[in-house]
């Protein structure tokens, strides 16, 4: 079964930017897509972005032009950029992983990280 680690959240204020980073156990890693989500407190899990195995990306509306996803097969991992940060993005934001074409629906996805905390303050 496929571990999943997240990093990279924190407290930054609005405007700032993080970068967060998945880290995927096993050596399958470049077949699957791999996707980030996040729940803010009160909310369900929302999809944010997704980037399939040939490298293709889907973002969120409330994301798009602000936070960009990319892979690195090589070392494993998934980053996703995010600029331009708003109050409205804290969550908990966790990677999770599929395979075949990429989706937005979170019951799609396998293997799932513990998460990592993303606070932006006003």
């Known amino acids: 079964q496929l571990q999943l680690v997240e990093s990279g959240g924190g407290l930054v204020q609005a405007g700032g930017s993080l970068r967060l980073s998945c880290a995927v156990s096993g050596r399958t890693f470049s077949r699957y897509t791999v996707g980030w989500f996040r729940q803010a407190p009160g909310k369900e899990r929302e999809f944010v972005a997704a980037?399939?195995?040939?490298?293709?990306?889907y973002y969120a509306d409330s994301v798009k032009g602000r936070f960009t996803i990319s892979r690195d097969n090589a070392k494993n991992t998934v980053y996703m950029q995010m600029n331009s940060l708003k109050p409205e993005d804290t969550a908990v934001y966790y990677c999770a992983v599929k395979e075949g074409v990429i989706a937005t629906n979170d019951g799609s996805f396998g293997s799932w990280g513990q998460g990592t905390q993303v606070t932006v303050s006003s």
């Open positions: 980037i399939s195995s040939s490298g293709r990306t």
